[in-house]
């Protein structure tokens, strides 16, 4: 069985590897993790954490991610999990110890649910909708995120080559 950092690895060079179908910005380096984690009052996990500071926010074969980045229109301000997840806990009323990392394309948020710790520090994957507290209400994806973003990526580039 991999690890969530090795799949985590695995996955930066896939992205690397399909440059032709895949975007990157230029990553985070550790001060922006620590503000993107103080805002959030909740740490990444190691293996969301290698891929954001890898790239900050990336996609691939149709897949996107939020991750964490800036621009220059909007200065400091930290883009990505990072506002689409403090929206969603304002707006929606999101459980403050959920992260989003993706949209699900039917108006929820794959979410990282940092109250459930496994034994590397990683957190399942599950996905949240707007008005769902209960965690037996939201679909489960994965044991963590570097193993769920591998196979769903891989997954992705296969079927983005086969098509072509």
Known sequence: MTSAIEA???LIELVRGNDDIANHADGCDAEMLAA?????????PPSYRRVVEEFGTWDIAGEEFLGVYQTGAMGRKLLGSVTETLDARDRYGMPSDLIGVMFDGMG???????????????YPVLVWNPGVTDRRDMERLGEDFGSFALSLCSRAVTRWRESS
């Open 8 to 10: 985590s690895e695995r």
């Open 36 to 44: 993107a984690e103080r805002e959030l009052g909740v740490a990444f």
């Open 108 to 122: 929820g948020l794959i979410v990282l649910d940092s109250s459930q710790v496994d034994s590397g520090g990683d």
